[in-house]
């Protein structure tokens, strides 16, 4: 496997003042890959983004591009799309676009080609030389991405791109990072919405009190998860002896129509879907994988809903 | 580095020569100074009224007062003893009537004004004084003009200036270039700081400082700021070369009237009167202390706004500063009376104070060479170390959102 390792999170720890906002964070993302940094308010991710992009210094570890330290050069080739968003509200948004450009190496006129490009991708060429004040924010937010990207970033960090989109434009968003990842863009996302993640990330890192909780790819995660979910139905109460003979099962309060239970991972579900069909008829089997959302909670120590 | 300083530059000039408050502050900088230069005909014009007299009396009498009020009045008429009223000061044109009468040889005059206060009594009483010792003493007007003429001269002991006269404009000229030094520092470097504290509110400042180092984005924008100060004071200049010329010429006109003509030629914001005291040595110090003075004030407001929430907050986190760069310009205004007392020539090396101060004394006096250069070494010192206390107060600012940082906080952040 001749797999290239493009950044490093070595162990990097970050305080200020007496407040350690990061800990301990390690992860590697392979070129290309579509990478999922999870975490509660408060967990380090932002403080973790930026230590990445050289916004700030580790106070211990270190963050390393392509097995070396990260240089300001390297940093031209990264896009960032902070989580408290930021715009000039007088500035024209072909103009905000193309500055972001610029800011990032890029030169006349292949920029404003690029932003022009962006422009149209992203449905906003009604505002192109309007100021990005009189914007809605979920255009707004959508200029700021096209900031982040324009000059076809290798390293891609967006810190909750969705939050304050409406379904359609997160649609759009989640199209266009599909593209960025075809073309290769590597890509670090952080967001609340799991589902979103789910779709898009193809390896998770969930740091929780500024240290790494959990890691891998969805399956790796799946994998690791203690029990899985059962759900049969009818709710025939005859259909919980089988249950029953299962080691630590336990019943969960299910929904209408439909017995939940918790079973341990290494269950025989074979085996358990033929006792539950030599006692009652059954309508629907189903071994619910945990999602993101149950991992997540589970990984940052919360207790389930 | 130096195309992110460039990117930067450039974007920043042009988003602050196109906004609003810019367009507005060269416009009314512009009209200013021109009013400045029309002042002169607008005076002139204002007191052109009061200035147009009557005499009236014996013409024997009459011819011998008219060359002592010459000087300061327009004699419209001459009119032999009558009865005065408003109609006959309307009839001849005249604001007032200057009536004389020698009885017993004592002079004497009645004045007849519709606007008395505009009457000064002391200086007419002083102009028709040798006219009272010849109806008096029955001399003739020359041995009267000998015998009462003291020759009086005032010798300078500061080599700068070869009179008092000379002093005097000049102090005034320094005056009016230490309060433009002061305005066009004050100014930019506000807008400086505005225009961090609008990156730092708009949340913008992150995604920049991602792109680029922080050092280029803050270079950028107080160089961009430092050029913008540049051409305001080109813009300015050329407001008053410009409009110098038109009153100059309105001046001359046959409109402008003579004594106006004559008051033009001592006026000290004439273009001749610029041309005069703005000496190179002058012109080079406003320059230099304009550049360090803009850099120093520009690169401290945009380490305080970097510190900032919201830009209510500006006002008050940069008001102790502010104190600091008022009470530079007050000592600068002392120093141009005082311009070797020890406390202003001590005030002219310190940062800060020094581009003031150090510009008032060059203007008005001759400071020793070595004083001038150690004065812009230490300043030029001082620049490189705030530029670098100011450049991590501004990384470390741009970031922090809450409550304003302490300043034992800031003084880590400075001492990190």
């Known amino acids: 496997m001749n797999e290239r390792r493009m950044l490093e999170v070595d162990h990097v720890r970050k305080e200020f003042g007496t407040v350690r906002a990061v800990s301990d964070v390690t992860f590697r993302i392979d070129d290309g890959e579509t990478f999922g940094l999870l975490g509660p308010n408060g967990a380090g991710k932002t403080t973790t983004m930026r230590m990445i992009l050289g916004i700030l210094t580790p106070d211990g570890g270190a963050v390393r591009w392509n097995g070396a330290h990260v240089t300001p050069e390297d940093r031209r080739r990264f896009g960032y799309l902070p989580e408290e968003r930021g715009i000039y509200g007088k500035m024209k948004v072909r103009d905000q676009i193309v500055y972001f450009g610029k800011l ?154 439909v017995l939940d239970y918790e079973v341990p991972a290494s269950t025989d579900f074979a085996t358990l879907l033929r006792s539950l069909v030599n006692v009652a008829p059954v309508t629907r089997f189903e071994a619910i994988e945990p999602s993101l959302h149950e991992i997540y909670l589970h990984a940052i120590g919360e207790p389930k809903a | 580095m130096i195309n992110d300083f460039a990117t930067v530059f450039v974007v920043e000039f042009i988003r602050r020569v196109t906004s609003r408050p810019f367009i507005i502050s060269i416009v009314i900088g512009m009209l200013a100074v021109s009013l400045f230069s029309f002042m002169p005909l607008l005076v002139s014009q204002a007191f052109s009224g009061p200035s147009n007299i009557a005499l009236v009396g014996d013409p024997h009498l009459l011819a011998r007062a008219k060359p002592l009020l010459a000087h300061d009045y327009t004699i419209q008429a001459e009119l032999p003893p009558q009865t005065i009223t408003a109609a006959s000061l309307k009839a001849h044109h005249v604001s007032s009537a200057f009536v004389l009468t020698a009885t017993n040889g004592r002079l004497a005059l009645a004045i007849y004004a519709h606007d008395p206060s505009s009457i000064d009594t002391g200086a007419i009483a002083r102009s028709l004084a040798p006219l009272a010792l010849q109806n008096a003493l029955h001399r003739s007007p020359s041995e009267i003009s000998a015998l009462s003429a003291v020759p009086v001269t005032v010798k300078t002991l500061n080599a700068k200036f070869a009179n008092a006269s000379d002093a005097m404009a000049a102090r005034g000229i320094a005056y009016a270039l230490l309060l433009f030094l002061y305005m066009l520092i004050l100014i930019n470097s506000q807008l400086v700081g505005t225009s961090v504290a609008e990156e730092k509110t708009s949340r913008i400042a992150e995604s920049l400082i991602a792109a680029i180092d922080p050092a280029a984005l803050l270079a950028g924008k107080i160089i961009s700021s430092t050029a913008i100060a540049l051409l305001q004071m080109a813009a300015w200049i050329a407001a008053i070369v410009a409009s110098s010329a038109v009153a100059a010429s309105a001046l001359g006109s046959p409109g402008g009237s003579d004594a106006a003509a004559a008051s033009s030629s001592t006026m000290l914001f004439s273009l001749s009167g610029i041309g005069t005291f703005i000496t190179p040595e002058i012109a080079v110090a406003f320059f230099l202390f304009l550049l360090i003075g803009l850099l120093q004030v520009s690169t401290v407001y945009a380490g305080f706004a970097s510190l900032i929430n919201t830009t209510e907050d500006m006002s008050n986190v940069a008001r102790p500063f502010l104190i600091v760069v008022v009470a530079a310009f007050f000592i600068a205004f002392t120093a141009l009376g005082v311009p070797n007392a020890p406390f202003v020539v001590i005030s002219s090396f310190v940062p800060f104070l020094a581009p003031f101060v150090m510009f008032s004394r060059i203007a008005v006096a001759n400071v020793p060479l070595w004083q001038v250069g150690l004065s812009l070494a230490i300043n030029l010192i001082a620049l490189y170390a705030i530029a670098i206390g100011a450049g991590k107060v501004y990384r470390v600012g741009m970031l922090m959102y809450g409550r304003p940082p302490k300043l034992a906080q800031v003084l880590n952040v400075l001492r990190s």
Not at chain 1, 208 to 234: D, F, I
Not at chain 1, 243 to 254: C, E, M, N, P, Y
Request: charged share 20%.
């Open chain 1, 104 to 257: 990032h190496g890029m030169k006349e006129p292949e920029v404003g080609k690029r932003a022009a490009w962006w422009i149209e991708r992203l449905s906003l060429g009604v505002y192109a030389d309007r100021p990005c004040s009189e914007l809605s924010k979920g255009n707004q937010q959508k200029v700021q991405v096209a900031c982040a990207a324009v000059h076809g970033p290798q390293l891609l960090i967006l810190d909750e791109p969705f939050s304050g989109l409406d379904p359609v434009n997160a649609d759009l968003l989640i199209a266009i990072f599909n593209e960025l990842k075809a073309s290769g863009t590597t890509l670090i996302l952080s967001s609340h919405q799991m589902w979103q993640l789910e779709e898009l990330c193809t390896r998770f890192t969930i740091i929780a009190a500024g240290e790494n909780r959990a890691a891998g790819t969805l399956a790796q995660l799946r994998s690791a998860w203690p029990t899985r979910v059962v759900r049969v139905a009818p709710a025939d109460e005859a259909l919980r002896a089988p249950f029953a003979a299962v080691s630590g099962a336990r019943a969960l309060a299910g929904i209408d129509g």
